[in-house]
T-cell receptor, first 114, second 113 residues
Framework: AQKVTQAQTEISVVEKEDVTLDCVYE???????LFWYKQPPSGELVFLIR??????QNEISGRYSWNFQKSTSSFNFTITASQVVDSAVYFC???????????FGSGTQLTVLP | KAGVTQTPRYLIKTRGQQVTLSCSPI?????VSWYQQTPGQGLQFLFE???????NKGNFPGRFSGRQFSNSRSEMNVSTLELGDSALYLC????????????FGPGTRLTVL
């Protein structure tokens, strides 16, 4: 069975602070995919990134960066110089090879205060 | 390119009724998946369709069903509604082949009274 754990239920930071959202996963698959989605108050899930299990390179996209470590089964997400518009619920998700079914974590509510 | 669209956006029903939700995927996407989001259970996978066939199903009772049409549009149906079916129902579409990312629609907010 697959499982995704986001231990941080809520995080509150002041604008311009850096913030890291943690994600720990469990899977028996040797090939799998990890995702991060953002859910603003409007409700739509916005795709942020996909990472394959065989690619442990970290990735940076503007103020966003992701740290994937297979040794600790973690896929953490850092927002640098946070902004009020970053306030949302962030979900980490996992899927096995050949399947599009996503297993989601419980989400982290990020609030960025002005 | 237009995103995933879902109709209706909001729905209020009473217990025992049935409901049909609709999803139009991104043009060219042939896979459609449905998810239920509730405060208690979070985001849970319902089922996936492509080529008009259900390919995968989550752990939900038979009251939850779906179908896909030849143009890849999909509908899901919930019969004999229960209070616990109140949720945000999200539809996602993706390309076929490999683990392509899924793109989500805005959801249908169902309230069962």
């Amino acid at each position: 069975a697959q499982k995704v754990t986001q231990a941080q239920t809520e995080i509150s930071v002041v604008e311009k602070e850096d913030v890291t959202l943690d994600c720990v996963y469990e899977t028996r698959d040797t090939t799998y995919y990890l995702f991060w989605y953002k859910q603003p108050p409007s409700g739509e899930l916005v795709f942020l990134i996909r990472r394959n299990s065989f690619d442990e390179q970290n990735e940076i996209s503007g103020r966003y960066s992701w740290n994937f470590q297979k040794s600790t089964s973690s896929f953490n997400f850092t927002i640098t110089a946070s902004q009020v518009v970053d306030s949302a619920v962030y979900f980490c998700a996992l899927s096995g090879a050949g399947a599009r079914q996503l297993t989601f974590g419980s989400g982290t509510q990020l609030t960025v205060l002005p | 390119k237009a995103g995933v669209t879902q109709t209706p956006r909001y729905l209020i029903k009473t217990r025992g009724q049935q409901v049909t939700l609709s999803c139009s995927p991104i043009s060219g996407h042939r896979s459609v998946s449905w998810y239920q989001q509730t405060p208690g259970q979070g985001l849970q996978f319902l089922f996936e369709y492509f080529s008009e066939t259900q390919r995968n199903k989550g752990n939900f009772p038979g009251r939850f069903s779906g179908r896909q049409f030849s143009n890849s549009r999909s509908e899901m149906n919930v019969s004999t509604l229960e209070l616990g079916d109140s949720a945000l129902y999200l539809c996602a579409s993706s390309l076929i082949g490999g683990n392509n990312e899924q793109f989500f629609g805005p959801g249908t907010r169902l309230t069962v009274l």
